[in-house]
Antibody, heavy 124, light 107 residues
């Protein structure tokens, strides 16, 4: 059974940093890309970041709203993806979900499995 | 960026009703559209991909159609378990974008 478990959320002040983790199980982690999404309280879903599998260079993509502040990475030896979030703003407050992308990241692909989410609150 | 617009924002229907949700893209996305179901307090769950392909394990009362810029999600006979918010997402081009969601309530 495919499972994704996020951790690392919490309450931080504006300008601070946080690193989210997403640990995967039930499939060959390295064969699939990973995306992070977020959902602000009472709002819709927003894509945040994406990382291709190593076979496609492990290259990354970012939403304009987080580019330059967030960094996605993954450690295939630990079956874990990360989202390093720096210079956090109050508008980054949201539940953050990691997802398995349906392929290695070579082309168009949907998100077939989602973690349960982890809440990040940015407030002074 | 490709804008996705869903309608209605909320709908209320009775058990057994046929329910239709519409999603429009600001430019052609071919069939690169997914539908997700999100129950209260839970993560989204994939229902349909490539506009009309039912994900494994999803009840057959759910169906999707459309291509280009106009898409629909249909629930043929609404069940109490279908209380949720439904999101469409285009995955043709980054940034991957969603509609604002349609909340389905049971009368």
């Amino acid at each position: 059974e495919v499972q994704l478990v996020e951790s690392g959320g919490g309450l931080v002040q504006p300008g601070q940093s946080l690193r989210l983790s997403c640990t995967a199980s039930g499939y060959t982690f390295g064969d699939y890309a990973v995306s992070w999404f977020r959902q602000a309280p009472g709002k819709g879903l927003e894509w945040v970041s994406f990382i291709r599998s190593k076979i496609y260079g492990g290259t990354t993509e970012y939403a304009a709203s987080v580019k330059g502040r967030f960094t996605i990475s993954k450690d295939e030896s630990k079956n874990t993806a990360y989202l390093q979030m720096n210079s956090l703003k109050t508008e980054d407050t949201a539940v953050y979900y990691c997802t398995r992308v349906c392929g290695p990241g070579s082309g168009t692909c949907y998100n077939d499995y989602w973690g349960q989410g982890t809440l990040v609150t940015v407030s002074s | 960026d490709i804008q996705m617009t869903q309608s209605p924002s909320t709908l209320s229907a009775s058990v057994g009703d046929r329910v239709t949700i519409t999603c429009r893209a600001s430019q052609s996305i071919s069939s690169w559209l997914a539908w997700y179901q999100q129950k209260p307090g839970k993560a989204p769950k994939l229902l349909i991909y490539k506009a009309s392909t039912l994900e494994s394990g999803v009840p057959s009362r759910f169906s999707g159609s459309g291509s280009g810029t106009e898409f629909t999600l249909t629930i043929s006979s609404l069940q109490p378990d279908d209380l949720a918010t439904y999101h469409c997402q285009q995955y043709k081009t980054a940034p991957w974008t969603f509609g604002q969601g349609t909340k389905v309530e049971i009368k």
